[in-house]
């Protein structure tokens, strides 16, 4: 899977990708209505809504971005309707050549975790059957409970070819409260970036590793030490638009191939439609202010790695 989201980069020229975080106040009235109508102001009827919502954003940008990043707790509070939903939209982007990055930031004592791994990115035996669950192309983990808990992962994902976004510095505003302390005066993060490099080697595909890290666009400077730590794992980079990532913040986290680095926009293209640089396009015409949004930031990321 990491050598088809290298593919998917390379084909569209985009190191992006557009987070479907779907939250109902994003989802303009016609199309809330219109799930209310058939399904009522149930949890039925709030899956229906973002549902509708993900195909047509993904419908308007599919053919600019290689990935999509569904946010499983977006859909988990809409109960089991949700994961219906969340297992919808896995699909519907799978079809469309889209690589999917489950977003389920899971880690636990091993043996939960090899139960997460096996319903995420595995399969699971019922009698004489096997059945792959989510069937996500990456999963995001966290793995502060340590490697006993991020290795049933890695082994699952050795066997499906499957891929990992392990978190190793995180955009958010404490993030620093445990992932900066020092140990023999070296942030913890880096501590956890090594590991990261160490897990990938083992599981290496064409040029990258099938092992990646989550890192916050928040921490630019932190970044680029990291970039340098693990040189063969492709970094998830969220944090840009919303949380105030631009894109001149983010050039470090690429390699002097222009690979490596992935970029992670949720609400600053699902939610385009609400900002005044979009607002011409109006409520109805959400999905194409998305579609500008998208272009918007492959522009600006492209002129940002330009100037390098
Ligand atoms: O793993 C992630 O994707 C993640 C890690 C992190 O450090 N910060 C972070 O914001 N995220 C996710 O990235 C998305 C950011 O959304 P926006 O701020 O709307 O672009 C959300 O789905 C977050 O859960």
């Not at 050598?3 to 992006?16: D, E, R, S």
């Not at 419908?59 to 969340?86: H, N, S």
């Not at 983010?250 to 699902?270: C, P, T």
């Not at 579609?291 to 790695?305: K, N, P, Q």
Request: charged share 25%.
């Amino acid at each position: 899977m990491i050598n088809k989201l290298v593919a998917n980069i390379k084909k569209t020229g985009a190191p992006i990708v557009v987070g479907l975080d779907p939250m109902l106040n994003y989802i303009p009235k016609h199309v809330q209505d219109k799930a209310f109508a058939e399904y009522g102001e149930t949890l039925e009827g709030a899956a229906e809504a973002i549902w509708q919502f993900n195909k047509e954003i993904v419908d308007k940008t599919y053919d600019l971005i290689p990935a999509v990043k569904p946010q499983i707790a977006m859909y988990e509070q809409f109960g089991i309707p949700g994961l219906a939903a969340f297992k919808k939209t896995v699909d519907y982007c799978k079809e469309k050549g889209l690589v999917v990055i489950g977003d389920i930031k899971r880690g636990d004592i091993g043996s939960t975790s090899a139960a997460y791994a096996v319903g995420h990115v595995g399969r699971v035996q019922v009698g004489s059957k096997t059945y792959v669950p989510f069937d996500e192309d990456f999963v995001t983990v966290n793995p502060y409970l340590g490697s006993d808990g991020v290795k049933p992962f890695v082994d699952v994902c050795k066997e499906e070819k499957k891929g990992l976004f392990i978190l190793v510095k995180t955009s958010n505003p404490s993030s620093g409260e445990f992932q900066d302390r020092l140990i023999d005066g070296r942030p913890l993060y880096e501590l956890v970036g090594e590991k990261v490099a160490e897990w990938g080697s083992e599981h290496m595909g064409d040029e990258y590793s099938y092992v990646g890290a989550v890192v916050g666009a928040t921490y630019p400077e932190m970044g680029k030490v990291l970039r340098k730590v693990m040189p063969k794992s492709y970094i998830l980079v969220p944090g840009y638009g919303a949380q105030g990532g631009k894109g001149k913040d983010l050039v470090h986290f690429f390699n002097e191939d222009g690979l490596g680095a992935i970029i992670n926009s949720s609400r600053g293209i699902i939610a385009a439609y609400k900002q005044e640089a979009y607002a011409k396009y109006g409520e109805e015409n959400f999905g194409d202010a998305s579609r500008a949004a998208v272009e918007d930031m492959i522009a600006d990321i492209r002129e940002s790695l330009e100037q390098k």
